[in-house]
């Protein structure tokens, strides 16, 4: 994995001279629109981003992806097909096998191009930092979108239904919303956002902190409603291990500065970042409930709610240190302490080598 490091480490530099270069825009994409460096490192940053995923062969769950690829009937093709379970990624599928190509790796390929694309237009419209919200991207979400594909881009389009809800656009946002569902339906869950967007750590959050509290304590009701809608798991596979108790405290870290410092979140009146601090916190209780039952399933439910913490987080530790002196010093400490446990959740606490190939790369001559 010595690969990934060298893209993350480069990727970042070069994303710091974009920050530099951009920083008196009120988002990145204006800056990188009106600079034509920034814009040419930016698309060099985004391109070695889909290389670096499309051209994997190996991680996680891709083998699983590319054989359900190649078991895919592109007869199957039809407007009924969008009702059922995972409908959407079905016709996904089917579409780039009878249009684009039949082979996997072309469809890992265009997945990636999918989900980084999807990502990278939706952050750099909200943020000004752009290499933090790089760091952040891919510690939380690029490694997550080369292990589970449907969920991946089931996130990615509920940005842009969040981005429309909070336009008061709620129609678009609807609709955005059951395209997402359609690619993974447990990401109806995010029903609960407008619960979410006024203030953090208000009663309406304390209210859908309780709601999932009941639900754990009734997952075989649960279980029976979201099998009408899509079921991956069953609640006898929860019985084998629990979420490592280091994970807990680590995503501890940011949920108890939003505590701390809530009133000076609230103060900034920022509808994306209090709603992303909140939907990091609901994104923390389901963590925590892995503690309980096996992580599989409330680690990938606690995903749902972490999209926004890209830009969001970026921007709350700008909110609540904005007028310390150390302000610097603090954000470093904070991203360092992250990508540490990054390092460490990616190598298995040291059991795997750095030098390990967890992703097989392919040559790019084998797309054709």
Known sequence: MIDLLVLIA?????????????????SARLGIKDDMQSRVVYWGIVIAFILFAGLRSS?????AYTHAFEMVNINDLNLSTLMESYGGFEIYQILIKRYISDNPQVFIFVSAIVTNML???????????????????????????????????????????????????YVRALLFLLLAMSFHPYIICLLCIPFLKNKVWDARTLVVIIACIIAFMNLDVIFEMLSVVGKDYSEETFDDYTINPIRVLIEAVPVILSFIYRKQINESANRMCILGVNMMIISF?????????NPI?????????????????????????????????????YYL????????????????????????????????
Request: net charge positive.
């Open 337 to 368: 302490f992250f990508f540490t446990y990054f390092l460490m959740d990616l190598t298995k606490i040291g059991s795997i080598s750095i030098f390990t190939d967890q992703f097989k790369h392919v040559p790019l001559t084998s797309l054709f």
């Open 59 to 63: 991680y996680n769950d891709t083998t």
């Open 285 to 293: 209780v389901f963590i925590a409930m892995g503690l309980f039952m």
């Open 119 to 169: 990502y990278f237009t939706f952050y750099v419209r909200h943020t000004d930092r752009f290499c933090e919200m790089l760091l952040m991207y891919v510690i939380s979400i690029y490694m997550f979108s080369m292990a589970g594909l449907k969920q991946a881009i089931a996130i990615a389009i509920s940005l842009y239904a969040i981005e429309n809800y909070l336009n008061h656009r």
């Open 10 to 26: 480069v990727s970042l530099l070069f994303a710091y001279v974009i920050q530099n270069r951009t920083r008196f825009y009120s």
């Open 297 to 333: 399933y409330f680690g990938r439910m606690s995903i749902y709610f972490t999209a926004l913490s890209a830009v969001v987080i970026p921007e709350m530790l700008f909110t609540i240190w904005k007028h310390d002196r150390n302000r610097k010093a603090y954000t470093a400490a």
